[in-house]
């Protein structure tokens, strides 16, 4: 990560330490998401498509660095990577109550139920940090 995102970084965990249970509660919620079956690639999909929406460009920036150091031959294909995108933008539209066809088309890339409750887990990971971040004036 480059010194200058690392700085903009800790920054923001330090203005988050004003509320340690904020913190600790993004902390731990990243941990666990962090652990879902979601692979890595589609992990970071659904927390850039999180903080692009909620316009955290700290997040952008680092999760775009994160998502460049992953191994990209591991990557699954674009589609399936559109697939996560587009699903947790429809999960964010419609508050979690998507259609049949929207989670039969998410599922059609590979994913199955439990990632899309995984991926209900990482919009609210990311909708705390990245609302925190906007009203700390971190992002």
């Known amino acids: 990560m480059p010194a200058d995102l690392s700085a903009r970084t800790a920054g ?3 203005l988050l330490k004003e509320s340690p249970e904020t913190l600790n ?7 666990i998401f962090e652990s879902t079956t979601l692979d890595p690639h589609s992990r970071e999909t659904v927390i850039l498509t999180v903080a692009a929406r909620n316009q955290c460009h700290l997040c952008v920036d680092m999760h775009e660095a994160k998502m460049a150091s992953l191994d990209p031959a591991t990557a699954p294909a674009p589609d399936r990577l559109a697939a996560v995108r587009l699903f947790t933008l429809q999960v ?13 088309a998410f599922t059609s890339h590979g994913y199955t139920r439990r990632n899309a409750l995984e991926v209900v887990l990482g919009i609210g990971t990311y909708t705390v940090s990245t609302f925190a971040n906007r009203l700390t004036r971190a992002a």
Do not use: C, I, Q
């Open 92 to 104: 964010l539209a419609s508050s979690g109550a998507v259609s049949d066809e929207e989670l039969a």
């Open 12 to 14: 923001a965990v330090a």
């Open 25 to 31: 509660g993004f902390l731990k919620l990243s941990e």
